[in-house]
C-alpha cells in the first residue's frame, strides 16, 4: 500500500505551496489570502524513488461547531488519522502562534509519526521563529524554502526516514525543484569594487567574451548570469556591478544596480569577492565580506592581476593577514590570486569555489557533536557568573547553508561571548568548516528530545 503523507497546519503557512513543490504540479492554488484551501487535495510524488501520496489539507484553526471553518477542521484531522505520516508546518517568520501550538497538541494526540516544517526560512527574519519551533514539542524542524525551493533535500531525508525508507541508489528526480546537489548548478555571484576585473574574470571562465569589458568603472549595470561546467559540477555565474561606498552612490542607474548586486549576493550559494592585487584590500571590500558573510554565504576571496606584482610571496601574505584580522568571524577564508586576462589560476579558483559549497552544506551527526561538546566543556568549563555554573547540555544541527547549531542551555543570557566564541571556534576546527559563516545559537532548556527520542 502506498504510503501516505498529509500537510497540516494553521492558514497561509505555505502549505498548498509545499504541496506543489513536492508533487511537481500546480494542483493546489497559491494566494496570499488565507483559507484559499477547503478541501483535501491529493497528489503523487517521487521521494527518493519512493512513489508516496500526498494530502494537502484546509488550515486548521479553531471555529464554531457546524461552521465552513470547523468543517474544514475536521476535514483535515480526518486527514491525520488515516496518514502514515504528518508533515505539520509553521511559518518561521510569524514564529510559534497560539494556534500552531493548540494543533501541535492535537497532531501528538494522534500518535502519527511527525516532521515538524519551519517554512519560509529564506531570510534571517525566520530565524527566532525557526528556533522557538523546539518548544512544539516534535522534534527537530526542518528549515524550508517551499517557494523558493530550499531544504527539500533535508525534508525528504527527515520524511523517509520518519517511513522506514531508504532512498533507492542512483535515483535522480527534478520533478520536487530541487536536484542533488552535484546536479543543479551552483549559483556563484562575482562582486567586488568597480574595475576589479570582475567581467574579465566571468568572460575567461565562460572562455568566450559575454560581457563588456574596459578600463572605465561602472561598465556592468545589470547582474548577469552564465552557465559553465567545471569537472562536471554545473556553476551559474552572476556577474554584478560594481559595489562602491553607499556616500559616492549618487546616478540612480547605479542605485538600482547596487540593490541588484545585494540581491545577487543573497541568493547565491558561494559569493567571490575579486580584488584588484595592485590596490589591496580596502575597507570598502571588508564591507563587501561583511555584507556576504552576514548573509550566511560560502565565501571565497580571488586575488585578480596577479601577474602584475612583483613581491608576491609578501603580496600574499599581507593579503592574508589583512583578510584574517579583519574577517575573524569566518577565519580559514580561501585567498586564490589569479589572473583574468591571461587566463592563470582560474582552475585554483574553481576549487575553492567547490569546496566552499561543499562546506557550506556539511551536517555533522548529532552523536558526534555531543562528543565534541563533552570534551569542549571539559577542556574549558563554562563560565559561573554570579556563583552559578552555567549548564549546557545538548546540541544539534538543525539546518545547513551555512551550518547552524541550536545547543540547549541553563541561562543563555548569561552566556559570555568569549565563550560562546570559544565554542564556535572549537566546533569549526573539530569538524573541518573553515572559510564559512558557522551560526551557533543557545536555547534554554534541556535536551528537547531525552524523553521521547527523535520524533514527536
Known amino acids: 500500500?502506498?504510503?501516505?503523507?498529509?500537510?497540516?497546519?494553521?492558514?497561509?503557512?505555505?502549505?498548498?505551496?509545499?504541496?506543489?513543490?513536492?508533487?511537481?504540479?500546480?494542483?493546489a492554488l497559491v494566494s496570499d489570502l488565507p483559507g484559499l484551501t477547503r478541501d483535501r487535495k491529493e497528489g503523487e510524488a517521487d521521494l527518493g524513488g519512493h512513489m508516496l501520496n500526498i494530502v494537502d489539507t484546509a488550515g486548521l484553526e479553531e471555529a464554531a461547531e457546524g461552521s465552513i471553518p470547523d468543517r474544514m477542521r475536521r476535514q483535515t484531522e480526518a486527514a491525520i488519522e488515516t496518514a502514515d505520516l504528518v508533515l505539520f508546518v509553521i511559518d518561521a517568520r510569524?514564529?510559534?502562534?497560539?494556534?500552531?501550538?493548540?494543533?501541535?497538541?492535537?497532531?501528538?494526540?494522534?500518535?502519527?509519526?511527525?516532521?515538524?516544517?519551519?517554512?519560509?526560512?529564506?531570510?534571517?527574519?525566520?530565524?527566532?521563529?525557526?528556533?522557538?519551533?523546539?518548544?512544539?514539542g516534535l522534534g527537530e524542524p526542518v528549515a524550508i524554502s517551499a517557494e523558493h525551493g530550499l531544504g527539500l533535500i533535508d525534508l525528504e531525508r527527515d520524511a523517509l526516514a520518519a517511513l522506514g525508507l531508504e532512498p533507492k541508489p542512483h535515483h535522480r528526480d527534478d520533478s520536487n525543484g530541487e536536484r542533488t546537489e552535484k546536479e543543479r548548478p551552483l549559483r556563484v555571484a562575482i562582486v567586488g569594487r568597480p574595475n576589479a576585473g570582475?567581467?574579465?574574470?566571468?568572460?575567461?571562465?565562460?572562455?568566450?567574451?559575454?560581457?563588456?569589458?574596459?578600463?572605465?568603472?561602472?561598465?556592468?549595470?545589470?547582474?548577469?548570469?552564465?552557465?559553465?561546467?567545471?569537472?562536471?559540477?554545473?556553476?551559474?555565474?552572476f556577474d554584478t556591478a560594481g559595489l562602491r561606498r553607499k556616500a559616492k552612490v549618487t546616478d540612480l542607474a547605479e542605485k538600482l544596480s547596487t540593490s541588484d548586486t545585494v540581491r545577487a549576493i543573497r541568493f547565491a550559494e558561494v559569493v567571490v569577492l575579486l580584488i584588484d592585487a595592485e590596490r589591496g584590500i580596502e575597507h570598502q571590500d571588508l564591507t563587501i565580506a561583511d555584507l556576504a558573510t552576514e548573509e550566511g554565504r560560502a565565501f571565497v576571496i580571488a586575488v585578480n592581476k596577479w601577474d602584475l606584482v612583483e613581491d608576491k610571496q609578501q603580496i600574499l601574505k599581507g593579503l592574508t593577514s589583512k583578510v584574517s584580522d579583519g574577517l575573524s568571524q569566518v577565519p580559514g577564508v580561501a585567498v586564490v590570486p589569479i589572473s583574468a586576462a591571461s587566463?592563470?589560476?582560474?582552475?585554483?579558483?574553481?576549487?575553492?569555489?567547490?569546496?566552499?559549497?561543499?562546506?557550506?552544506?556539511?551536517?555533522?551527526?548529532?552523536?558526534?557533536?555531543?562528543?565534541?561538546l563533552g570534551e569542549a566543556l571539559a577542556r574549558h568549563a563554562p563560565p559561573a557568573p554570579s556563583g552559578r555554573r552555567l549548564k549546557i547540555r545538548y546540541v544539534t544541527q538543525p539546518s545547513t547553508r551555512p551550518p547552524t547549531f541550536v545547543a540547549f542551555c541553563s541561562r543563555p543570557e548569561a552566556v559570555p561571548k568569549t565563550y560562546l566564541k570559544y565554542l564556535t571556534n572549537s566546533l569549526r576546527t573539530a569538524f573541518g568548516l573553515p572559510g564559512v559563516p558557522i551560526r551557533f545559537n543557545l536555547r534554554k532548556g534541556d535536551n528537547p528530545f531525552a524523553s521521547k527520542g527523535r520524533r514527536g
Open 343 to 372: 587566463e592563470k589560476g582560474l582552475d585554483k579558483l574553481l576549487k575553492a569555489i567547490v569546496r566552499a559549497a561543499e562546506i557550506w552544506n556539511r551536517r555533522v551527526p548529532t552523536h558526534e557533536l555531543n562528543r565534541w
Open 198 to 237: 570582475k567581467s574579465t574574470l566571468v568572460n575567461a571562465l565562460v572562455g568566450e567574451d559575454r560581457m563588456i569589458t574596459g578600463p572605465e568603472p561602472g561598465l556592468t549595470r545589470d547582474t548577469v548570469s552564465s552557465d559553465i561546467t567545471w569537472s562536471g559540477r554545473a556553476i551559474r555565474l
Open 1 to 27: 500500500m502506498t504510503p501516505k503523507i498529509a500537510i497540516v497546519g494553521r492558514p497561509n503557512v505555505g502549505k498548498s505551496t509545499l504541496f506543489n513543490r513536492l508533487t511537481g504540479t500546480r494542483a
Open 94 to 136: 510569524d514564529g510559534v502562534t497560539a494556534t500552531d501550538e493548540t494543533f501541535a497538541r492535537t497532531v501528538r494526540a494522534s500518535g502519527r509519526p511527525v516532521v515538524l516544517v519551519a517554512n519560509k526560512c529564506e531570510g534571517r527574519r525566520a530565524d527566532e521563529g525557526f528556533y522557538d519551533a523546539f518548544r512544539l
